[in-house]
């Protein structure tokens, strides 16, 4: 089914760029340092050999990096500007939340440095794709994966009666609208519940809000080891009832993070789970 998707704003690239400290570069950066999962993974993919000298330690997270083999192959940092300075970089790739103070001195210490904002679209994503492999010299390959990603995107969708999903977090936390979330599940055709309850951006729902919506289909994270108050929610006997009555979606909680190609994964597997839903209301 095709897919309508926005194209790529064109200003997203412009705007980021001016986040930038300092010019760009005539010539690639050589020693190119991320100290964000995202920038982490787009640079892993766009980098050319020998080019990206260390990542976030996240990226050897698996419940939140898609790319945990990959990353094993680099040296890690922990962002701190000292650790990152050592490494000599003529680049340092970094979130617009990422490690602030760590950022302000490297710029003041003259690192040219580019923050990237959170992907809130999957228009978004393909900029992304588009800006990092500019930053790096590798616009030619940035550009042939945001063109594999819009491609792709145009082969999903649907277009039948959408059904009602939830996504649902520690502490409660959902995917209000506005969010890349609240597009890929419009994308695959769902109806999200935490859109629908007035929540823009990342909010909390109450769990009896959720619980009164039904949702056809409920997207929970994998917990982390141990024990953590934030995630008792999530093994309330309320949710659990829910859950056993409505649809789950097998879907990585890495996929979800940050806007990369692997944001496909997600994508394809919402969309196999409304379709097996079939024509349920």
């Known amino acids: 089914m095709s897919a309508s998707v926005r194209p ?19 010539a690639p950066p050589e020693r190119v340092v991320s100290m964000n999962l995202c920038t982490d993974q787009l640079a892993m993919l766009l980098a050319a050999p020998g080019q990206l000298v260390s990542i976030s330690y996240l990226s ?16 890690v940092n922990r962002g701190g500007a000292e650790q990152i300075y050592l490494l000599r970089p003529d680049l340092v790739l970094a979130g617009t939340y990422t490690a602030r103070a760590s950022v302000d001195l490297l ?36 550009e042939a994966m945001a063109r594999a990603f819009e491609a792709d995107l145009a082969n999903l969708g649907f277009d039948g009666t959408p059904a009602t ?3 649902y977090y520690p502490n409660g936390y959902t995917a209000g609208s506005g969010t890349l979330s609240d597009q890929i ?10 859109a ?25 994270s994998t917990p982390y080891p141990g024990a953590s108050r934030s995630e008792e929610i999530l093994t309330h006997p309320a949710l659990q009832a829910l ?3 409505a649809a789950r979606a097998s879907v990585r909680d890495a996929d979800w993070v940050c806007g990369t190609p ?17 024509g349920q209301e």
């Open 8 to 26: 790529s704003n064109p200003l997203l690239p412009a705007v980021a760029l001016a986040l930038w400290a300092g010019a760009a570069v005539a």
């Open 60 to 75: 050897l997270d698996p419940l939140s990096s898609a790319m945990v083999e990959e990353a094993r192959t680099y040296p």
């Open 107 to 142: 710029k003041g210490l003259g690192i040219p440095v580019l923050q990237l904002p959170p992907a809130d679209t999957l228009e978004d994503v393909a900029a992304h794709m588009r800006l990092i492999g500019e930053a790096l010299g590798r616009a030619e390959q940035g």
């Open 165 to 167: 999903a939830a996504m």
């Open 185 to 194: 599940l419009t994308l695959t055709g769902f109806r999200n519940v935490g």
């Open 196 to 220: 629908e309850a007035g929540l823009t951006g990342g909010g909390i729902l109450p769990l009896e809000r959720l619980v009164m919506a039904e949702p056809q289909v409920v997207v929970t």
């Open 243 to 245: 859950r056993d009555h």
């Open 262 to 278: 692997h944001i496909l994964n997600a994508i394809r597997t919402m969309a196999e789970t409304r379709a097996a839903l079939g």
